[in-house]
């Protein structure tokens, strides 16, 4: 009988102890404050920049949304950034991705100070996250830590095998689950044999983007599912793993819709939350 692991569930958990400590930090004068920088139209953004906005509603935390037409040039980005960056109440600055093609996604991430990059994705942070000495983690790996803690899945001496490598799930997990003292490989499309490396692992994470892409004869009897993947199938969302199939095979799988997914903004709940403490000197 496997554990289907409910991220809705954890995620609310987590959030009351966010919403706690902000109580707290607010009693003592201090706010906690996130801006969020859209720039366009695109409807996944919007859906994504409305349930952070919600989230921060939710948990106390102060929000600014600044949605900038599809057109913005870099250098007005770039100053918006700057000005975000100066001023004292906003803790955490956040620029919804992906940009318009005309705008530099690299120089972007660049320009927002490294201790306000709740995404973590600014290179001194990933440089931090490499060298295990870190306040800020991508908020989806850093949510499926948080799920296999709260599920006790320990992770030392594990196999664990990461499919995908991007830089905003792939590569940061890896470098979690290394910290975490698992034994790691990560996938990509020049794999070989990609099967038989999934078949040796205890822990599998999919962060693909194909639905049905991870099936039953690719996973040992008893393993760990973190199915990290969102994809539309018939206007319907599901993950990377064939759930049905593959479930009855694990000790433990998360599901899509409900899983890692509600993870994911709470994380960068929590990474605004931390961003305000060390601000404030609460955090040495
Ligand atoms: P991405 O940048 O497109 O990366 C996909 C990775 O999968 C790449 O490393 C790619 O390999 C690999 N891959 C693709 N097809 C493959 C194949 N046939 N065989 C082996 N490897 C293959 O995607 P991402 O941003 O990491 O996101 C992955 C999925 O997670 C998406 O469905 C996304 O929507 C979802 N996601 C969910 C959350 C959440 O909160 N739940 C957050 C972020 C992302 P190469 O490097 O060789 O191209």
């Not at 799920?147 to 799930?169: A, T, Y």
């Not at 693909?208 to 994809?231: L, Q, R």
């Amino acid at each position: 009988m496997y554990k289907r692991i409910d991220g809705k569930a954890i995620s609310a958990d987590v959030r009351a102890g966010i919403a706690e400590e902000v109580k707290a930090l607010n009693q003592q004068g201090v706010s906690v404050g996130l801006a969020v920088i859209i720039v366009g139209e695109d409807p996944a953004s919007k859906i994504y920049v409305a349930n952070k906005k919600k989230a921060c509603a939710a948990l106390g935390i102060v929000s600014e949304e600044y949605a900038l037409p599809e057109d913005t040039d870099e250098a007005t980005l770039l100053h918006l950034i700057d000005e975000l960056n100066h001023r004292k109440e906003i803790n955490g600055i956040l620029c919804q991705l992906p940009l318009p093609k005309h705008l530099d996604e690299k120089k972007v991430i660049n320009a927002i100070l490294p201790a306000k990059d709740v995404d973590a994705f600014h290179p001194q942070n990933v440089g931090h996250i490499m060298i295990g000495d870190f306040d800020f983690v991508p908020c989806t790996p850093a949510g499926i830590i948080e799920m296999l803690h709260h599920e006790d899945i320990s992770v030392e001496g594990k196999n664990c095998v990461v499919l995908g490598r991007s830089n905003i799930v792939g590569k940061p997990m890896a470098m979690l689950l290394m910290h975490e003292n698992g034994t790691v490989t990560v996938t990509h499309r020049k794999t070989k044999n990609l099967k038989e490396v999934c078949l040796n692992a205890d822990i599998l994470v999919s962060s693909v983007g194909k639905p049905n892409f991870v099936t039953a004869d690719m996973v040992k009897e008893g393993a760990v599912v973190i199915d990290v993947g969102i994809n539309r199938v018939d206007g319907k969302v599901c993950g990377d793993v064939d759930f049905d199939r593959v479930a009855e095979k694990t000790s433990a799988i998360t599901p899509v819709p409900g899983g890692v997914g509600p993870m994911t903004i709470t994380m960068l709940m929590k990474n605004t939350l931390t961003a305000a403490k060390r601000q404030n000197g609460i955090l040495k």
